[in-house]
């Protein structure tokens, strides 16, 4: 199971970090991703980061603003993100599969994600 946390109301500009805990389970040799969904729209890949950490991957819709991250001893993985703009408002999702990163939805566990919402 997979559960995200730190979602919330901010305003445009402001910073915001989401995590992504592993429960009953980890995270080895898995890569985590996180996606969002606003009202209306289809689910869409922001990030993602292989097992080690290495060569964390980014949709060109968020690159220099969020950063992926992960403490695989905590079991968690992280999304930092900053100067949010009112069009990040979604649902975010992060999800883990075995083996690399894919931009597509094909990750076997899901969390039931985290509301961000950003007023202007």
């Known amino acids: 199971q997979l559960v995200e946390s730190g979602g919330g109301l901010v305003q445009a500009g402001d910073s915001l970090r989401l995590s992504c805990a592993a429960s009953g389970r980890t995270f080895e040799l898995h890569s985590v991703g996180w996606f969002r969904q606003a009202p209306g729209k289809e689910r869409e890949f922001l990030a993602g980061v292989f097992w080690n950490g290495g060569n964390p991957y980014y949709a060109d819709s968020v690159k220099g603003r969020f950063t992926i991250s992960r403490d695989n001893a905590k079991n968690t993985v992280y999304l930092q993100m900053a100067s949010l703009k009112p069009e990040d408002t979604a649902v975010y999702y992060c999800?883990?599969?075995?083996?690399?990163?894919?931009?597509?939805?094909?990750?076997?566990?899901w969390g039931q994600g985290t509301q961000v919402t950003v007023s202007s």
């Open positions: 999800a883990s599969r075995p083996g690399v990163v894919t931009t597509s939805r094909d990750y076997s566990y």
